[in-house]
């Protein structure tokens, strides 16, 4: 059988739900790293303060807190990480196994679809999950790099060289934050594509939800609102 006629075995809906499916994942993606300075999303505000953390530690003679801060960046990598990887296991288990998973899936949808389309949908989900994998793994490398490179910043803030290993420490920072959360994206859609396994109704409407979801998060959530809140108060009512 060749591609092409493995391919009538999808429907133009089919088609349909996995193209919002893809270019939601790269639109909101694109819509999040580079919102537009007059509405930033979470993530660009985000790293203004992680900017600004690397410009407070320059004066700070202890850094045990920040170590301790960043240790805990990692172990969330890591964690991340490891789920992707567990996850991805039970990916292919299920290709391993698809008569039970065609079973289970027949349950709920009406007909019974050829094993090549259910290849298929497990593997985007494979496809999805390996793309946090390797995000979430080179975070951590990044997260560690920025430790490196602040542990080379002159405790000294009139040292020449302070500033500027703030600044790179910084960016290597907001980097590897970038990664993590396009891992977690990944994750998201990951999750939306398992709705494909009940037919591309609701892989249309999963993959639109999680879109909301993640553009509410970004741009019309309340840590946004706390995040867009005046550092300085205008109240100085005195008691």
Not at 147 to 172: F, L, S, T, Y
Not at 198 to 213: D, F
């Amino acid at each position: 059988m060749t591609g092409i006629d493995q391919l009538s075995h999808f429907t133009p809906l089919d088609g349909a739900a996995l193209a919002l499916l893809i270019g939601g994942w790269l639109l909101t993606g694109l819509a999040i790293d580079k919102a537009p300075l007059s509405r930033p999303s979470v993530s660009v505000l985000m790293a203004r303060y992680r900017r600004e953390w690397m410009v407070q530690m320059i004066g700070r003679e202890a850094r045990i807190f920040d170590a301790q801060l960043l240790a805990s960046l990692r172990q969330g990598t890591a964690f991340f990480a490891s789920a992707s990887l567990i996850a991805i296991g039970g990916a292919m288990a299920m290709l391993g196994d698809l008569e039970q998973v065609i079973g289970i899936a027949g349950d709920l949808t009406p007909g019974r679809e050829p094993v090549i389309v259910w290849e298929v949908k497990i593997a985007v989900i494979l496809i999805f999950l390996t793309n946090a994998f390797l995000k979430f793994v080179w975070s951590n490398r990044l997260f560690g790099y920025c430790a490196v490179v602040m542990a080379a910043v002159p405790n000294d803030p009139e040292h020449p060289a302070a500033a500027p290993r703030a600044a790179k420490a910084a960016e290597i920072n907001i980097t590897a934050a970038r990664g993590f959360n396009r891992g977690l994206r990944a994750i998201y859609f990951a999750l939306a594509t398992t709705a494909w396994l009940l037919g591309p109704v609701p892989l249309l409407m999963a993959a639109g939800v999680t879109c909301l979801v993640l553009l509410r998060r970004e741009f019309a959530s309340q840590s946004r609102a706390a995040l867009m809140r005046p550092d300085m108060s205008g109240d100085h009512t005195q008691t």
